[in-house]
């Protein structure tokens, strides 16, 4: 498997405007759902979403987001249980996605990052980081609580530093942060997204043990978020990237000039889903220049 890895702090950057940004169609939901015993979906109502995992031996919390979403997510917990919160999980180094984890540090969680989003993340602390206190690395990590294994996997360059898709596989459940948007298109321009290396990746998530998995971003109808996503939404995002693609050759071979392509293909299969208006003419340009000029983000293995 291809390992490489970049360091972008202009797109983190942009990203780190995420929690101010709009980034859904319909107003988001705000809920706690449990989706397999003990293991419980939640959305803060600001379209990011989150997991924790209730055990005997304390609770374990997938993606803190910023403080505000984490505030949330721990009443949200404290609803529940009161077990002792053990780990809160980051998935990558994003601002919008990796803020948020001195909310549990202070309650006595260790807060837990791949070794590339940690080191990304020292050199480049955002206004509500903090440091993990435990670093991972390699691209498979186990942890236990209780009875139950939390399995970390790094599949490589994708998206981001470091990022890891975590699995239950007691419960056959998973966290997919950014990589699995149910019902959207590509987000906005595409940023730091291997749209290669991002397509390998979903398919080695389908490899992966899980029947039902919290989407960070999720715009399926707000009956069915609380339910999560599934593999087949993992096939969907395999299938639009492959449409996009194709819908860009097709018009190469038609002699299309290159920068008319994005206002020229529409993908109408996809109009129903989010951001199709505003957003699918940039996915476009981006898939277009890297079939035009070459993929990014990349560097050697190295």
């Known amino acids: 498997m291809k390992r490489t890895s970049i360091r972008s702090l202009a797109v983190a950057a942009l990203l780190s405007i995420g929690s101010t940004i709009t980034l859904h169609a319909e107003e988001p939901l705000a809920y706690t759902n449990e989706i397999a015993t003990g293991v419980y979906s939640f959305g803060g109502g600001n379209g990011y979403h989150s997991m924790f995992m209730v055990t005997d031996a304390g609770v374990a919390v ?91 996997h790094y599949l490589g360059l994708n998206h981001g530093l470091g990022m890891t898709v975590f699995t239950l596989p007691e419960t056959r459940t998973a966290y997919i942060a950014d990589l699995v948007t149910p019902n959207r298109v590509m987000f906005s321009i595409v940023p730091d997204f291997n749209i290669g290396e991002w397509e390998r990746t979903l398919g080695e998530i389908l490899e992966l043990d899980f029947d039902v998995a919290v989407c960070s971003h999720n715009e399926l109808p707000a009956e069915e978020v609380p339910g999560g996503c599934t593999k087949a939404h993992v096939q969907e995002e395999q299938q639009f990237i492959s449409d996009v693609r194709n819908a860009i050759f097709a018009e190469f071979e038609k002699g299309t000039e290159a920068f008319a392509i994005p206002k020229t293909v529409k993908l109408p299969q996809y109009e129903h889903w989010a951001h199709y208006d505003d957003w699918l003419e940039l996915s476009i340009m981006r898939v277009m220049l890297d079939l035009w000029m070459g993929p990014y983000p990349w560097v050697p293995e190295s």
């Open 62 to 152: 997938f993606e803190t987001v910023n403080s505000e979403h984490a505030q949330a997510l721990l009443a949200a917990i404290r609803e529940v249980t009161d077990q002792p919160i053990k780990y809160a999980f980051h998935s990558h180094n994003h601002w919008d996605h990796s803020s948020g984890g001195k909310v549990f540090q202070e309650v006595g969680a260790q807060t837990v990052m791949h070794e590339m989003a940690g080191a990304w993340l020292e050199a480049n602390p955002g206004r509500d980081t903090s440091p993990p206190n435990v670093i991972w690395e390699g691209d498979k990590h186990e942890i236990t609580l209780g009875d139950s294994t939390i399995e970390l």
